[in-house]
């Protein structure tokens, strides 16, 4: 899930100030989910190299508790004139950038800058305007429910379904794909993409790579103490991301009364940090995951099902072809994890492809193009 953000620059400070000071009435929910709110030009930090024409929409959606809400996405183009019938559509399902308004996808661009405008270049090239949600929360008003897939599959589908209403050179024959936390919400989206999408959509099918399986079992131990190691920073971030997520989607758990002093202090500030920043904070803080805690997170009644509620993939259901690919030098997801996920997909009759590949979390994003392409492509012939 890693990410090397760059926000401390001018120019994505600049366009933060401009973009997140959104006036009121653009603030409001939109009238309909699925349903364009308003269109702004994206900062230049988001624009994809490449794109003939690159928009910011805001669109209704829901939240947590199906709560309607406005949330945003960033809208390429190809060049050159569209297709007979329109530009099929990539919906691309952006991993973990932080959860404060300015980390938004739509406002400051990816993390891993290269790595995902290479990945993103790639399915322009091939002819696919790309719809790239925010999820809830992300730059737009209220908390983001972390690893919520349910969530993020509601706006992964609500931003199609706003961007192929509004702008007719769009197809509404679309695809998701989808890396790190976007691999689990490009799955989650695989599995509701036909019930949310209704019959305007023609949902095809998904690519997730990284995507963290079973990611709900390593909260189960933690409480004081446990880790006793200072974990990578990043995973540090992680976890008080997750802990931020589970605060948003059930409030009543009542989450810092499990931290410390230490703790809460630290999820209230992961809650408006971009990944990389937080690193570095929490790197220099020497923080320890079980110094955070003041009791078990275990005495949360049932937690291994409100985990598996908000975060557990789902093991059956897929109506179209899902492609997973995944590094085996991967650290940032557990591997022997997501392939186990895989594993019992297909002993389920899934429709399910796994390709693996020698290399880590954020190498196997663009690893896993050459098989990609042609399996995506394939959706659409």
Same mark, same amino acid.
């Given at each position: ?7 401390? =620059?001018?120019?994505?400070? /600049? ?46 959606? &829901? /939240?947590? $508790?199906?709560?309607? /809400? ?6 390429? @183009? ?17 991993? &973990?950038?932080? %959860? ?21 270049? =790639?399915? %322009? ?13 992300? $730059? &737009?008003? $209220?908390? #983001? ?8 599959? #509601? ?33 989650? =989206? ?5 019930? @949310? ?11 997730? /790579? ?29 976890? !008080?991301?997750? !802990?931020? $997520? ?22 209230? #500030? ?22 955070? @805690? ?9 937690l291994p099902g409100v985990l598996t509620r908000v975060m557990g993939l789902p093991e059956s259901g897929y109506d179209k072809p899902l492609f997973l690919g995944q590094g085996l030098l991967d650290t940032d997801v557990i591997t022997p994890a997501t392939l186990a996920f895989a594993a019992r997909l297909q ?7 796994? #390709? ?23 959706? @659409?012939?």
């Amino acid at each position: 899930m890693r990410k090397r953000w760059l926000c401390t =620059t001018a120019l994505a400070a /600049t366009s933060i100030a401009a973009l997140v000071s959104v006036p009121s009435a653009m603030a409001a929910p939109a009238t309909e989910i699925g349903a364009v709110s308003s269109v702004e030009p994206l900062a230049p930090a988001a624009v994809l190299p490449g794109s003939a024409r690159a928009e910011r929409i805001l669109y209704g959606s &829901t /939240t947590v $508790g199906d709560r309607p /809400t406005t949330t945003s996405a960033a809208v390429y @183009f190809p060049p050159g004139d569209a297709p007979a019938g329109g530009w099929p559509v990539i919906a691309w399902a952006h991993g &973990t950038i932080g %959860l404060g308004d300015e980390c938004a996808y739509s406002i400051a661009g990816p993390g891993a800058r290269e790595r995902d405008w290479a990945y993103l270049g =790639t399915w %322009l090239k091939q002819g696919y305007a790309i719809v790239a949600a925010d999820y809830a929360g992300l $730059g &737009t008003p $209220g908390d #983001h429910p972390y690893l919520n897939g349910t969530v993020e599959a #509601h706006n992964v589908v609500d931003a199609v379904k706003a961007a192929t209403s509004h702008y007719s050179s769009l197809s509404h024959k679309w695809a998701v794909v989808g890396q790190s936390q976007g691999g689990g919400a490009a799955v989650f =989206t695989a599995r509701y993409a036909t019930e @949310f999408g209704g019959p305007g959509l023609d949902y095809r099918g998904a690519v997730g /790579t990284g995507v963290p399986a079973y990611i709900e079992d390593i909260l189960l131990p933690l409480g004081p103490g446990v880790p006793p190691a200072k974990l990578p920073p990043h995973s540090t971030g992680y976890v !008080l991301y997750i !802990l931020n $997520g589970l605060r948003t989607t059930y409030p009543e758990l009542n989450i810092e009364s499990y931290l410390t002093d230490s703790g809460r202090y630290w999820l209230d #500030h992961a809650n408006t940090s971009c990944l990389e920043a937080l690193g570095e904070e929490l790197s220099a803080g020497n923080v320890v995951v079980g110094d955070l @805690f003041s009791r078990p997170l275990s005495q949360i009644p049932d937690l291994p099902g409100v985990l598996t509620r908000v975060m557990g993939l789902p093991e059956s259901g897929y109506d179209k072809p899902l492609f997973l690919g995944q590094g085996l030098l991967d650290t940032d997801v557990i591997t022997p994890a997501t392939l186990a996920f895989a594993a019992r997909l297909q002993a389920g009759g899934q429709p399910v492809t796994l #390709h693996t590949y020698p290399t880590n979390h954020d190498g196997t994003v663009n690893a896993s193009l050459p098989d990609s392409v042609p399996f995506v492509r394939n959706l @659409f012939a």
